[in-house]
């Protein structure tokens, strides 16, 4: 698949498939690499990529009647802007496939920039149709972590989320961090503060701008196992810290522009 890589001056690095726009490395200047990326998962068209960070439009998870997660994370998006070493802009538009399922025309563009010890991303979308339309979205990034048992997810303390693992029953975050012990598929609801990730050699932070919600995600090892495209042992090393737009689906008249981002911050 055609790639795109980014590369600091500090010699951090990114790579980015044309494949969904899909960030599937993110090393900082000290060489670490920080995003998961399952060694079983599909390189190939119509598959999602696991790992990295898919970019989920215009419907996150089976939250409505199109395809799980919607398309733009299985469509090739075209390389707009890369003149910056350190800066790339992707752009997916609407066709006849995308209007079989979902019927609006729109321009969905995607920016990344990259830092020492920063990536940022941005996902802007533009109603071009002549009626409104709405939609849910999330950056579902995939942290890379050395050992699921010393993780710890902070940030979310009182917040109400539905714990989409156990029958969407809904519930206030009492813990001052999230832990693993098993399955863990929550979404909190008005997310406003930064959310940290830190475990035994990893330690990041996940700033949202325009993002309404928050998404943790680990399979588990029972989940893991039913995963044909990931190692039964991945859940270990990864935690997903996702960026959303869920309880409140975004509205955009036509001409109007929706843009949400997601920073990450390496320590």
């Not at 726009?21 to 993110?26: D, F, K, L, R, V």
Request: charged fraction near 20%.
């Amino acid at each position: 698949m055609s790639t795109v890589e980014l590369r600091h001056s500090s010699g951090a690095m990114a790579l980015v498939h044309l494949h969904g726009a899909h960030i599937t490395s993110w090393r900082t200047a000290d060489g670490v690499e920080r995003l998961f990326l399952s060694k079983r998962t599909e390189f190939k068209a119509g598959a999602a990529i696991r790992g990295g960070v898919p970019i989920i439009f215009p419907q996150f998870a089976a939250l409505g009647s199109l395809p799980k997660h919607g398309f733009a994370r299985i469509s090739t998006w075209h390389l707009r802007d890369n003149t910056s070493l350190d800066t790339v802009t992707f752009e997916l538009k609407d066709s006849a496939e995308t209007r079989a399922i979902w019927p609006f025309k729109f321009v969905a563009s995607y920016q990344v920039w990259l830092g020492k010890d920063q990536l940022k991303m941005q996902l802007n979308v533009k109603n071009v149709d002549d009626k409104p339309f709405s939609f849910t979205a999330a950056l579902h990034t995939y942290l890379r972590t050395n050992d699921i048992d010393a993780v710890a997810v902070s940030g979310l303390q009182g917040l109400h989320y539905r714990d989409s693992a156990n029958g969407n029953a809904e519930h206030i975050e009492n813990n001052e961090a999230v832990r693993f012990a098993g399955e863990v598929d929550r979404i909190y609801f008005a997310t406003s503060n930064p959310v940290l990730m830190q475990d035994t050699e990893h330690v990041v932070q996940c700033k949202a701008e325009g993002f309404s919600d928050t998404v943790i995600w680990n399979p588990g090892e029972a989940l893991s196992k039913k995963l044909t495209d990931m190692d039964d042992d991945g859940y270990k090393n990864m935690v997903c810290i996702e960026a959303a737009a869920i309880a409140s689906p975004v509205k955009l008249a036509p001409d109007d522009t929706w843009q949400g981002a997601q920073v990450l911050i390496a320590n």
